[in-house]
C-alpha cells in the first residue's frame, strides 16, 4: 500500500469527500462545523456584497474580522442570490483553500528528505496526513481565517526554500497576503526579516536590499487594513483582541497553552468536545514515538533551507504563545491561534515516515484518512466529535418571544445576528461602540433603547450582573442554556 500513486488517489478520494460538506441539505449547512465567531466573518462578507459597508448589522462599522478571508467570502456572498447558494458556494471556497494547502505542503515535504525515492512517498503522504488531520476540519470549515493562513504561511516556505532572495517583490506580496490572513502574523514578518538581514551571506548591501523590498512591500500589501483600523477606530487592533484582553498571570491558561501546543503538534489526534485525558495521554505517547522517530531518522533529513524556516516559525510563535497566554483570556481558541505550528508535523512527519517506516506511513495515512471520512459522514447529520452548535437555541428564543422589528443584544450574537436582523453585539469582538460601555452594558442598552438580551448565564451574569431584576430585566423565557431577558419599567 506505500506505493505513492495509491497515496495519492487516497488523498484525491478524499479531497473530493470533503466537497461533500457543500452538497449537504440546508439545515445541516447552517450547523457545524462553521463556529459562533465564523458567523461574524460571514455577516460581515454578506453585508459588504449587498451594499451596507464593512458593517454586522448594516449601520455599526466594524474591524472585528480578519481581512483576507473575509473578502474572498465577499464573492461568494456578490455572485449568488440566496442564502442557502451562499453557503454552499462558501463551502466550496474553504475546500478550495484546504486543497491548496495540501499541495503546497505536499510539495515541502517532498524536499524535505534527501532520498529522491522517499520523496516521491512522502508528497502524496503529506497531502493525505493533511487532509486527514482531525483538527484541520474543525478549524477549516469555521467561517474563520485559519485554513488560509495556514495555505499562505505553506506558501511562504515554498518561497523561501526556492531562493526567495532571488525574488524578494514576491516574497513581499505572499508576507503582505499573510498578514491579511491574519494580522498576528505581523510578528513573523518582523521576525523573518531581521533573521534574513543577520543571516551571514550574502553581502550586508544585498541583504538590506533584499529584506527592504520584501517588509516594504509586505507593509503596503497590508497597510490599507492598518489605516482603516487606525483612521476609523483609534488603533491598529481590532476590536475582537481588545474583547479578548486580560493582562494576568493566570496558571490555567499556561496550562490551557500547553495543551494547545500538544495538539498542534499531532493534529491527527483530537476529539473536540470530547477531549478528556486519555485523548491527551494518547497524544503525549504519539509526541514521544515522533520524538524516536525524528531520532533515528535525523540524518535523511535534508537541512536547509527548509530546516531553517521551520526554525523562524518556531521563533515567532514562542513570543505569541508567550502573549497570547500573557494577554488573552479567551483561552479556549489558543489551539486556533497557534495552528500554523502544525505546518512543521505536517511536513515532517510524513517526510520522516516516507524515509524510514513507508509501509507504517501508508497504514497510518489511511488510517487517518478513514477517519475524516467517519467525521465527514456525520456532518451530513450535524454529528461529529465537534458537537451540534448551541446557539440555534439562542436563535429559536429569540424566534419565539421577540417581535421581527425589535432589536435584540446578545454578547454571542454570531449566529443569531446571522439568522435575524436588528441583533447588536454587546461583548465587543465585532462591535467596538460596545467596548467604551464595558461593565456599564445595561446602561448602553438603555442608551441604544434596547429592550431585549439573551446568552448564556456567564455572559448574562458580565453583562447584566448577578440580579438582573435589579437593573430592570426581567427573565421571559430559557432555552438549554440561554436565557432571555426584557427590560422592564421603561
Same mark, same amino acid.
Request: hydrophobic fraction near 55%; aromatic fraction near 14%; include cysteine.
Given at each position: ?18 466537497l461533500g460538506l457543500a452538497l449537504r441539505p440546508f439545515d445541516a449547512l447552517l450547523a457545524m462545523p462553521i463556529a459562533e465567531d465564523g458567523w461574524y466573518a460571514l455577516t460581515v462578507a454578506r453585508n459588504v456584497a449587498d451594499g451596507n459597508g464593512i458593517t454586522i448589522d448594516g449601520t455599526v462599522w466594524t474591524n472585528g474580522f480578519q481581512p483576507l ?18 453557503l454552499r458556494l462558501f463551502y466550496g471556497l474553504a475546500w478550495l483553500v484546504h486543497c491548496a494547502g495540501a499541495l503546497l505542503v505536499a510539495s515541502l515535504a517532498r524536499d524535505a528528505v534527501r532520498d529522491r525515492t522517499s520523496g516521491a512517498l512522502a508528497a502524496p503522504l503529506a497531502a493525505l496526513l493533511y487532509l486527514a488531520a482531525i483538527k484541520n ?27 526567495? !532572495? ?24 518582523? =521576525? ?56 494576568? /498571570?493566570? =496558571?490555567? !491558561? ?50 536547509? @533551507? ?19 497566554? !500573557? ?5 479556549? /481558541? ?51 466529535? /465537534? ?66 438580551? =439573551? ?12 440580579? @438582573? ?22
Amino acid at each position: 500500500m506505500a506505493h505513492p500513486l495509491r497515496i495519492a488517489g487516497a488523498a484525491l478520494a478524499l479531497a473530493f469527500f470533503y466537497l461533500g460538506l457543500a452538497l449537504r441539505p440546508f439545515d445541516a449547512l447552517l450547523a457545524m462545523p462553521i463556529a459562533e465567531d465564523g458567523w461574524y466573518a460571514l455577516t460581515v462578507a454578506r453585508n459588504v456584497a449587498d451594499g451596507n459597508g464593512i458593517t454586522i448589522d448594516g449601520t455599526v462599522w466594524t474591524n472585528g474580522f480578519q481581512p483576507l478571508f473575509t473578502a474572498l467570502q465577499v464573492l461568494c456572498f456578490w455572485l449568488v442570490p440566496t442564502p442557502e447558494s451562499e453557503l454552499r458556494l462558501f463551502y466550496g471556497l474553504a475546500w478550495l483553500v484546504h486543497c491548496a494547502g495540501a499541495l503546497l505542503v505536499a510539495s515541502l515535504a517532498r524536499d524535505a528528505v534527501r532520498d529522491r525515492t522517499s520523496g516521491a512517498l512522502a508528497a502524496p503522504l503529506a497531502a493525505l496526513l493533511y487532509l486527514a488531520a482531525i483538527k484541520n476540519f474543525n478549524d477549516f470549515y469555521t467561517g474563520l481565517e485559519t485554513g488560509l493562513q495556514l495555505a499562505l504561511y505553506a506558501l511562504v516556505w515554498r518561497l523561501y526554500a526556492n531562493d526567495w !532572495r532571488a525574488r524578494p517583490a514576491l516574497m513581499g506580496l505572499a508576507l503582505g497576503a499573510l498578514v491579511l490572513a491574519r494580522i498576528d502574523a505581523a510578528v513573523f514578518v518582523a =521576525v523573518f526579516c531581521a533573521a534574513e538581514f543577520l543571516r551571514g551571506s550574502p553581502s550586508w548591501a544585498v541583504r538590506f536590499r533584499t529584506c527592504f523590498v520584501a517588509g516594504a512591500l509586505a507593509v503596503l500589501v497590508s497597510g490599507p487594513w492598518w489605516l482603516y483600523n487606525t483612521l476609523l477606530f483609534g488603533h491598529p487592533m481590532p476590536s475582537s483582541g481588545f474583547a479578548q484582553q486580560d493582562a494576568v /498571570f493566570d =496558571v490555567e !491558561r499556561i496550562w490551557t497553552a500547553l495543551w494547545a501546543l500538544r495538539v498542534v503538534a499531532m493534529p491527527w489526534l483530537f476529539a473536540g468536545a470530547h477531549e478528556a485525558l486519555w485523548t491527551d495521554l494518547a497524544r503525549v505517547a504519539a509526541l514521544v514515538g515522533v520524538g524516536a522517530l525524528v531520532w533515528r531518522t535525523r540524518g535523511l533529513v535534508r537541512p536547509s @533551507p527548509l530546516l531553517r524556516f521551520a526554525g523562524l516559525l518556531l521563533l515567532c510563535y514562542a513570543g505569541l504563545v508567550v502573549y497570547y497566554t !500573557r494577554t488573552f483570556f479567551a483561552d479556549w /481558541f489558543y489551539i486556533r491561534y497557534f495552528a500554523p505550528l502544525s505546518l512543521i508535523a505536517f511536513v515532517y512527519l510524513p517526510a520522516l515516515l516516507a524515509a524510514r517506516l513507508p509501509r507504517a506511513g501508508a497504514a497510518i495515512g489511511i488510517a487517518a484518512a478513514l477517519g475524516a471520512a467517519v467525521l465527514l459522514a456525520g456532518a451530513w447529520q450535524s454529528l461529529g466529535l /465537534f458537537g451540534a452548535s448551541a446557539h440555534h437555541r439562542q436563535a429559536a428564543l429569540v424566534a419565539e418571544h421577540v417581535p421581527p422589528e425589535d432589536v435584540v443584544a446578545a454578547g454571542q450574537s454570531g449566529t443569531l445576528g446571522f439568522l435575524r436582523d436588528r441583533v447588536v453585539n454587546v461583548d465587543g469582538k465585532v462591535n467596538p461602540e460596545a467596548l467604551k460601555w464595558r461593565g456599564r452594558i445595561p446602561d448602553y442598552l438603555d442608551a441604544r433603547g434596547i429592550r431585549w438580551f =439573551v446568552d448564556s448565564d456567564w455572559y448574562v451574569e458580565i453583562n447584566l450582573g448577578l440580579d @438582573p431584576a435589579a437593573v430592570g430585566w426581567q427573565l421571559v423565557a430559557e432555552n438549554g442554556d440561554f436565557y432571555l431577558y426584557r427590560r422592564v419599567g421603561r
